[in-house]
C-alpha cells in the first residue's frame, strides 16, 4: 500500500482517483483531517473501492500515524496535506504554521521511526514524496528566467513561508538521518474538483451566477498553469524513479497573466453557456483590491523532470482550461456541496 496524506483536496483526490484508475494498482491509505478543503464528496466513486481506505485525522496525530504505519506497512508516503491558500494565510496564519511545519515535522518523525524498523529491502525502497511549490521560490521579475531546482527561496506570504520550512525539515531529514524522500514543487494547478476559492473555479462559478469577476490589482500577475492530471501523472513518475534526496520542479509550461486566463474562461463560457442577455462574461469583470504582497510572476522550468525522467505534460493551457469549464457545467451536484454556508462567509471577509 501507500499512505496519502490529504487525499480528500484537490490534488490529493485527483491522485487517488488516478492512481486507483489502473486495475492492478496498490492500495492507499488516505489520511486527512477534512479541513473546509477536505471534500468526501470528491471520493465518491472510491467509497466502496476496497483497495481504499479512508481515515479522518491529523498528519500531526503521531499515535494516529505510527498505528497506521504499523498496520498497514505503507512502501512510500505522498505528502500532499497543507493549508493551501495564499489569502487564507494573510488572514489567518497559524493553521499553517500548524499543518505545514509542524505537521510534517511530526509526520517526518514517525515516518522515520517506522522506516528504521522495517527490513533491510523495505528500507531500500521506501519513499516519502513531499509535494510543495512554486512560491518558495518568491516572485520573479518579467524577464527572469524560470525558477529551476537550484533557485534561492524567497518565500513572500505566510503560505510560502510555511511550505519553504516544510520543504527543509525534509531535505534535513535526509541529509541528517539518510531518511529516503523526494521533493516536487509545481506550479499552480487546475482542473475538476477544485475547490472555488481559488482563481479558475471561482471564476467559472461567479461567471455562471452572474456575479463580479474579481482581478486583485492590475491583473498582469503571471502564473504558469499545471492541469491537475499532469500534475498527477508527473507524482506518479518521481515516486517510481525520481533520485533520493532530490528536488524536482513540475510545471505545464503555460505562462499566462491573471487577466488573460480570466479572459479565456470567459470566452470558453461565452461559446458553452451563453449569457440570456447575449453579452459576454467578460462584462463581468471587477478591478479590486491588491493582495498584501502579492508575487507578481511565478515560472516554472521543468527541464529536469523532463531530463531525467522522462515526464512533460500532456495538457496545453487551452484543452485543459476547455476541459475544465466543461467539467464545472457538467457537475453542478459536486459544485453545491462546496458552496456551503462556511464558503459564502469566506467570500464575504474577502471580498466585501
Ligand atoms: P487543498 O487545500 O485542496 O487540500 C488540502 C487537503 O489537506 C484537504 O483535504 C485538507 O482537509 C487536508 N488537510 C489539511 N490539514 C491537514 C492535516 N493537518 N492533516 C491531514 N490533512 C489535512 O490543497 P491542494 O490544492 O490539493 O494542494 C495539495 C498540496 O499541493 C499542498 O501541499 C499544496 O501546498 C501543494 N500545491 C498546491 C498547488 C495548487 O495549485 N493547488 C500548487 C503547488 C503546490
Ligand atoms: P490563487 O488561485 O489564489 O493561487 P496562488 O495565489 O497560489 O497563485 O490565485 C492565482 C492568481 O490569481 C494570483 O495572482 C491571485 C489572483 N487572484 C485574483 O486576481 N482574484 C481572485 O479572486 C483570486 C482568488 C486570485
Not at 488572514?91 to 504554521?97: E, K, L, R, V
Not at 451563453?274 to 459576454?280: K, L, V
Request: proline share 5%; net charge negative.
Amino acid at each position: 500500500m501507500i499512505l496519502v496524506t490529504g487525499g480528500a483536496g484537490f490534488i490529493g483526490a485527483n491522485f487517488v482517483l488516478d492512481w486507483l484508475k489502473e486495475p492492478n494498482a496498490e492500495g492507499i491509505i488516505n489520511l486527512d483531517k477534512l479541513t473546509y478543503a477536505g471534500n468526501l464528496a470528491t471520493l465518491a466513486s472510491v467509497k466502496n473501492d476496497p483497495r481504499h481506505l479512508f481515515v479522518q485525522g491529523d498528519i500531526g496525530d503521531r499515535a494516529l500515524v505510527a498505528k497506521l504505519l504499523k498496520e498497514h506497512q505503507p512502501r512510500a508516503i505522498v505528502n500532499f496535506a497543507a493549508e493551501s491558500h495564499v489569502d487564507r494565510s494573510i488572514h489567518g496564519p497559524a493553521d499553517f504554521i500548524n499543518t505545514n511545519i509542524v505537521g510534517t515535522f511530526n509526520l517526518l518523525e514517525c515516518a522515520r521511526e517506522y522506516w528504521n524498523g522495517l527490513q533491510a529491502a523495505q528500507k531500500t525502497n521506501f519513499r516519502f514524496h513531499h509535494v510543495s511549490t512554486d512560491e518558495v521560490y518568491g516572485s520573479l521579475l518579467p524577464t527572469a528566467p524560470a525558477f529551476n531546482e537550484t533557485h534561492p527561496y524567497e518565500p513572500n506570504s505566510p503560505y510560502s513561508a510555511s511550505k519553504a520550512a516544510s520543504d527543509h525539515l525534509v531535505r534535513a531529514w535526509f541529509h541528517t538521518y539518510g531518511f529516503p524522500v523526494v521533493t516536487t514543487n509545481c506550479s499552480n494547478n487546475y482542473g475538476p474538483y477544485h475547490f472555488p476559492e481559488k482563481l479558475i473555479p471561482l471564476v467559472i462559478l461567479n461567471a455562471i451566477n452572474l456575479k463580479p469577476l474579481p482581478i486583485y490589482g492590475d491583473g498582469q500577475q503571471v502564473r504558469d498553469w499545471l492541469y491537475v492530471g499532469d500534475h498527477c501523472s508527473a507524482i506518479r513518475t518521481v515516486l517510481a524513479k525520481g533520485r533520493l534526496g532530490e528536488t524536482y520542479n513540475i510545471g505545464g509550461w503555460n505562462e499566462k497573466a491573471n487577466i488573460d486566463v480570466v479572459k479565456s474562461i470567459c470566452q470558453i463560457l461565452d461559446e458553452l453557456k451563453p449569457r440570456a442577455d447575449g453579452q459576454s462574461y467578460a462584462t463581468q469583470i471587477t478591478f479590486v483590491n491588491d493582495r498584501p504582497g502579492h508575487d507578481r510572476r511565478y515560472a516554472i522550468d521543468a527541464r529536469k523532470i523532463e531530463r531525467e525522467l522522462g515526464w512533460r505534460p500532456a495538457e496545453t493551457f487551452d484543452t485543459g482550461i476547455k476541459k475544465t469549464v466543461q467539467w464545472y457545467l457538467d457537475n453542478p451536484i459536486w459544485v453545491e456541496g462546496v458552496v456551503s454556508g462556511a464558503y459564502r462567509d469566506w467570500l464575504d471577509k474577502q471580498y466585501s
